[in-house]
């Protein structure tokens, strides 16, 4: 059965680096989404992408953000200038019930 | 007001025991809904599907009542595996998912 990957599964990064996460979507789905938790909290929408572009994006999602989908099968999430509070858990999903493992981003 | 609202809990209740998870949401041209179950620090994964006219697998029951704008799951005869936390989830228009706080259950033997 075909599920959602996501690499790596934890990424240690200095402030103000920038960071790509990955994640594998299953490629028949036409929605692919980034989602984030910090720790405690509840799962936030980042931004969703539809036929290669972004359908729709949160008030989180600012220019720091960036989605691609450069090679069809890979769909990526860039963080430009990390912050301490960019440190949460982000998953990746594909269609409505299929989330990736997640990557646990930690901001030092 | 909070766009998908869920009691926090936790609910601490015994092996075999009935538990019930309620859920409004506030926006009324939601499309559909769902609850997802979360591990600690794991993903969510997508438990039921929620309908008006109700949605059994198992021993988990889950309702939607539109009017009210509210969702509800039954769990009975709960396992200590059903040990987690219970998200409502909403899709709107855009089939952007919107995410309740999720409620904690704790089952105990």
């Known amino acids: 059965e075909p599920e959602v990957t996501q690499t790596p599964s934890h990424q240690v990064t200095q402030m103000g680096q920038e960071v790509i996460l990955r994640c594998v979507p299953i490629?028949?789905?036409?929605?692919f989404y980034w989602y984030r938790q910090i720790l405690g909290q509840k799962v936030e929408f980042l931004v969703s992408?539809?036929?290669?572009?972004?359908?729709?994006k949160s008030e989180i999602f600012d220019d720091q953000f960036s989605v691609e989908r450069p090679d069809g099968s890979n769909f990526t999430l860039k963080i430009r200038s990390t912050k301490l509070e960019d440190s949460a858990m982000y998953f990746c999903?594909?269609?409505?019930?299929?989330f990736g493992p997640g990557t646990r981003l930690t901001v030092t | 007001r909070k766009e998908v609202e869920q009691d926090p809990g936790p609910f601490n209740v015994p092996e075999g025991a009935t538990v019930a998870f309620n859920c409004t949401y506030s926006n009324s041209a939601s499309q559909s809904f769902f609850w997802y179950r979360q591990d600690c620090r794991k993903e969510p994964k997508l438990l039921m599907s929620?309908?008006?006219s109700g949605n059994e697998d198992g021993r988990f029951t889950a309702q939607l009542n539109r009017a009210s704008q509210y969702i509800s799951l039954l769990i009975r005869d709960s396992k200590l595996s059903d040990s987690a936390t219970y998200l409502c989830?909403?899709?709107?228009?855009?089939?952007?998912?919107?995410f309740g706080s999720g409620t904690r259950l704790l089952v105990r033997p």
């Open positions: 929620v309908y008006s």
């Open positions: 992408f539809y036929n290669n572009e972004i359908s729709e």
């Open positions: 989830v909403v899709i709107n228009s855009s089939y952007k998912l919107i």
């Open positions: 490629s028949n789905h036409l929605y």
């Open positions: 999903a594909s269609g409505v019930g299929d």
